[in-house]
């Protein structure tokens, strides 16, 4: 492979957006059908190849000391798995693929990178957190009924437990309880999570009443979560509750939201 033309932004059959992702070192990392192209700063391309059917997420880790940079992606398939990757050696540190139907539409890690959490494309849009060195699931839940644009951690949480979903008409959010000890090679899952559903209120709908479509998700410094929406708002939420809505910030759906390291949101439409 020598290089790859073109990107594709959203993925046709359920809307979910293929957002790139930038790396510390000025790279960006972008999904194109099964191929990650990985794209320097010097117009340079390299390619992970791990997956064998269209990529439909990516999200980014830390820096392991002795992996190098890691991110995680997801596909549709069969048997979709989640693959934790090094975008140092474009090698495959760690495949998770127990429990997913259909596919992969969203992924992201917790702060200190010790967990993955992943969104499947099956009925009930299932929530997993794994353990993604043991590659064990520490908790299952049953996420939505419509389509799951974006699921994170929330990085200024007093703890790693917390996780917040942008989807259709839905802002949810997850608490972990974890179990005391995970063990590897085997398909049990002893943790859980606690689901809670905002509620839009009158403040927080479409200026036609209806609920939003969250298309983004994104995080303060003060820990407010901050979603694009498909009507072009933008919302902050303070826990479940909404804080503030910035309408028309586009005239289009809001499908990336960036924070500047002084808070500053960075916002594209499409």
């Avoid at 933008?234 to 808070?263: E, F, M, T, Y």
């Amino acid at each position: 492979l020598e290089h790859v033309y073109g990107y594709r932004a959203v993925y046709p059959t359920n809307g979910v957006a293929n957002k790139p992702v930038a790396l510390p070192d000025g790279t960006v990392a972008y999904a194109a059908a099964a191929v990650v192209v990985l794209l320097s700063q010097k117009n340079k391309q390299r390619f992970f190849c791990g997956h064998d059917d269209d990529v439909l997420c990516l999200a980014k880790g830390p820096v392991d000391g002795k992996l190098g940079q890691l991110l995680a992606s997801g596909q549709v398939g069969r048997k979709p798995p989640v693959l934790v990757w090094s975008a140092d050696t474009l090698q495959t540190v760690s495949r998770l693929e127990e429990g997913i139907d259909r596919g992969v539409e969203a992924v992201g890690f917790s702060p200190s990178g010790h967990r993955v959490v992943s969104v499947g494309l099956d009925n009930n849009h299932t929530v997993t957190v794994w353990d993604w060195r043991k590659r064990y699931r520490v908790a299952v839940t049953k996420g939505h009924m419509e389509s799951v644009h974006a699921i994170a951690y929330n990085p200024y949480a007093s703890d790693e437990l917390t996780i917040s979903m942008a989807a259709a008409k839905a802002y949810k959010v997850f608490t972990v309880t974890e179990p005391p000890e995970t063990v590897a090679g085997t398909d049990k899952v002893d943790g859980s999570m606690a689901k809670r559903t905002a509620a839009f209120g009158k403040l927080g709908t479409t200026t036609a009443g209806d609920p939003q479509v969250l298309l983004a998700l994104e995080f303060l410094s003060d820990g407010r979560a901050v979603t694009g929406c498909a009507s072009g708002d933008v919302i902050l939420w303070q826990g479940l509750n909404v804080d503030r809505v910035i309408r028309g910030v586009h005239s289009s759906p809001v499908r990336c939201v960036a924070r500047l390291g002084d808070d500053r949101l960075v916002t594209g439409d499409g």
